[in-house]
């Protein structure tokens, strides 16, 4: 699944492309894409025909489409407005292409803007997909700004702030991982705490801080978890600025241009290349049922691991 740098460069695209337009017709290419859509295919398009792309939003690795049924509704709020949520899963694209375009292979949903150009799904291995949801308060806002209102869709209300989200609070992710004993890389992942990092992104932020992934969180002094936190943020605003991390051209743009900080990573993907701060070389080890890249000499394995 593509992490915080690459769902921001879509959303981007989206709020430079697609917010402001209506929706027109819907196709639906795939029952797949549809199938976190209950009521279906059918119910999905329908519902989608005139409204409003009014913003697009993103907390973690999720994003969405806030939609107004009514065009020039202003409240999020209204029983009508909806959430279009987009599950970019493993291989997901949100492209914006101009009419008479070829259709892509992989082409699940179609949809025309009143502007004359599509939006276009696009996915692989089928394991994304788009859906709609109602809004809930907001818990994370609700936390830092008791009677605040903001709402967020309901399937993504369970997931923590992102590190450049405005109610996110470092000192308070410190202190849940301090409360627990579990792997750091393991407390990294877990989004329902701090959302946005991936596999590839704790691998380069645990290299920045020289902390190896086994390390128990409860065993790390506060200022280490802090400085964890900070070198994620850092890395993945580095991630950002060169349009993400791009494998087999699968994570795109709405312009389908790929990102290039795969050049950059220093830890994930590098097994048996010299690490770039000491010179040792890289080594790979099982994690999850993926893989974790680090260093043998600045990442000290813990000892019985």
């Not at 994003?63 to 020039?72: A, I, M, Q």
């Not at 375009?101 to 004359?116: F, K």
């Not at 506060?222 to 580095?238: C, H, I, N, T, Y």
Request: hydrophobic share 35%; net charge neutral; proline share 6%.
């Amino acid at each position: 699944m593509p992490e915080l740098p690459e769902v921001e460069v879509v959303r981007l695209g989206l709020h430079n492309h697609a917010v402001g337009r209506t929706f027109g017709s819907v196709s639906v290419r795939h029952p797949r894409a549809v199938r976190r859509h209950l009521p279906g295919a059918a119910d999905l398009a329908g519902a989608l025909a005139g409204s409003r792309i009014a913003a697009a939003r993103r907390r973690g690795k999720y994003l969405w489409l806030d939609l107004t049924r009514t065009p020039g509704g202003e409240s999020a709020s209204a029983p009508e407005d909806v959430a279009l949520v987009i599950h970019l899963g493993m291989s997901g694209q949100m492209l914006v292409c101009d009419p008479g375009a070829p259709d892509e292979v992989h082409l699940r949903v179609r949809a025309e803007l009143d502007d004359g150009r599509e939006l276009r799904f696009v996915d692989q291995r089928t394991f994304g997909g788009w859906f709609l949801d109602d809004y809930v308060v907001d818990p994370a806002q609700q936390a830092a700004e008791p009677g605040a209102a903001q709402l967020i869709p309901s399937t993504i209300s369970h997931i923590g702030p992102d590190p450049f989200d405005p109610h996110f609070d470092p000192d308070r992710v410190v202190a849940v991982w301090r409360s627990r004993h579990t792997e750091i890389k393991r407390a990294l992942l877990d989004q329902n705490v701090v959302s946005g990092v991936g596999n590839i992104y704790a691998d380069e932020a645990l290299w920045r801080s020289k902390i190896h992934g086994a390390r128990m969180t409860d065993e790390l002094s506060r200022p280490k978890l802090r400085g964890l936190l900070d070198a994620a943020s850092e890395v993945m605003a580095q991630a950002l600025e060169q349009g993400g991390t791009s494998f087999d051209r699968l994570y795109v743009n709405v312009n389908g241009q790929s990102g290039y900080f795969e050049r950059s990573l220093n830890a994930y993907g590098r097994e048996g290349q010299p690490c770039r701060r000491c010179g040792r070389i890289m080594r790979r080890e099982q994690f999850m049922n993926r893989s974790s890249f680090s260093c043998p000499k600045c990442q000290v394995r813990p000892r019985g691991i």
